[in-house]
Nanobody
Framework: QVQLVESGGGLVQAGGSLRLSCVAS????????MAWVRQAPGKEREFVAI????????RYADSVKGRFTISRSNAKNAVYLQMNSLKPEDTAVYFC???????????????WGQGTQVTVSS
């Protein structure tokens, strides 16, 4: 059974930092693009960041560029999201996702995690 399990969410004050982790099991994702997508209450899902299989190709949403960094460890079958300078508008459930090909800004993924809540207080 393929699973993507996120962790690292929580409550943080504006200006603070969090590091999200997503560990995959049941399948080798080293050849897949992996991404983070978020969904705020009452809003549609929003692309946050994506990283290609080799780790050198990345793309970010304009709203997080310069504050968030996506990275991956193929040895650990994992992807990470370092979030700095957090703002209240970053409050959302953050989902880890994977797809075979690198396609920036897409919301079409083959595999999804269950999500982790990030809440940023003002």
């Amino acid at each position: 059974q393929v699973q993507l399990v996120e962790s690292g969410g929580g409550l943080v004050q504006a200006g603070g930092s969090l590091r999200l982790s997503c560990v995959a099991s049941g399948r080798d994702f080293s050849a897949d693009a992996m991404a983070w997508v978020r969904q705020a209450p009452g809003k549609e899902r929003e692309f946050v960041a994506i990283i290609a299989w080799g780790g050198t190709l990345t793309r970010y949403a304009d709203s997080v560029k310069g504050r968030f960094t996506i990275s991956r460890s193929n040895a650990k079958n994992a992807v990470y999201l370092q979030m700095n300078s957090l703002k209240p508008e970053d409050t959302a459930v953050y989902f880890c996702a994977a797809r075979g090909s690198y396609y920036p800004t897409t919301l079409l993924y083959d595999y999804w995690g269950q999500g982790t809540q990030v809440t940023v207080s003002s």
